[in-house]
Nanobody
């Protein structure tokens, strides 16, 4: 069973940056699209970004466009979410997820139920 592991979470002040990583020890990710989701306390989980299996296409939630960048290094079997100019509303638990589907640049974010595998989450806290 594919198991995803997120790392890189932490606390940062408004305007700061963090980079999350998603890996799958013992498995390869190059056949999967990888999405990032987040969930704030008391709120529903929401999609943040998605990158195609070879990294040629990405799509983002509107509120993070221009601030977040997702990328992947399939040789290192790792997917990244670089988060810049962080805001308090970016606070939450961030999850990466793997799914077997195609995406194109700017396509609507895939829904959570389209993903087959999930990580345990990494906490991101942005304080003012």
């Amino acid at each position: 069973q594919l198991r995803l592991v997120e790392s890189g979470g932490g606390s940062v002040q408004v305007g700061g940056s963090l980079t999350l990583s998603c890996s799958a020890p013992g498995f390869t990710l190059d056949q999967y699209a990888i999405g990032w989701f987040r969930q704030a306390p008391g709120k529903e989980r929401e999609g943040v970004s998605c990158i195609s299996n070879i990294g040629s296409s990405t799509t983002y939630k509107y509120s993070v466009q221009g601030r977040f960048i997702t990328s992947r290094d399939n040789l290192k079997n790792t997917v990244f979410l670089q988060m810049n100019n962080l805001k308090p509303e970016d606070t939450g638990t961030y999850y990466c997820a793997a799914g077997s589907f195609l995406i194109g640049n700017g396509w609507p974010l895939p829904k959570a139920q389209e993903y087959s595998f999930w990580g345990q989450g990494a906490q991101v806290t942005v304080s003012s």
